[in-house]
């Protein structure tokens, strides 16, 4: 069974700090995606990285995947309330059209 | 319309009662999926259907049941619920890109409420 671990779990910064999320798996996956989920909705694709050591940026997200593509890094310069949400990672698996999630990781901004 | 639509967006049963969630996707997608996403643990794939054939179902017990009468179409038949089985239920589609990966996209979900 392949699983990815996110961590953390919950964060809780002030606006205008930085952070990073992670995700990581003992698992090779084909491509690694992140979304992001807000209350009574579903999950939104942002990025998907497929490339061992791939660096992708959306304004002030900064994703990379793992040279392996075992593991994911989601990093947040000088967030804002607007990233509230669950961030979810997913690994898609070669040969199946499937994805498996991570358990997400729920970040707030305070103003 | 766009993407993919989920109805109802609430929906509160009683353990006896049958009903059905629906999902439509207008992305031209050949493949669809139903998660089940509880509080604090990890989406649940339930089922997937690929060019309307189903491919997997992850041991979901008998009181689900789903349906796929075309590609752009799915259904989850809902009857003899259990309180435990009050969840957000999420359908996704995705057409596999040139090189095998996948991307889904997500309905709004239904919250789903077993009493």
Known sequence: TQ?????PQFLSIQEGENL????????VFSSLQWYRQEP????VLLVTVVTGGEVKKLKRLTFQFGDARKDSSLHITAAQPGDTGLYLCAGGIQGAQKLVFGQGTRLTINP | ET?????????VMGMTNKKSLKCEQHLGHNAMYWYKQSAKKPLELM???????????NSVPSRFSPECPNSSHLFLHLHTLQ???SALYLCASSQRDR???TEAFFGQGTRLTVV
């Open chain 1, 3 to 7: 699983l990815l671990e996110q961590s």
């Open chain 1, 20 to 27: 990073t999320v992670y995700c990581n798996s003992s698992s």
């Open chain 1, 40 to 43: 009574g909705e579903g999950p």
């Open chain 2, 3 to 11: 993407g993919v639509t989920q109805t109802p967006r609430h929906l």
């Open chain 2, 47 to 57: 089922f997937v259907y690929n060019f309307k054939e189903q491919t997997e179902n």
């Open chain 2, 83 to 85: 309180p435990e089985d």
């Open chain 2, 99 to 101: 090189v095998g990966n």
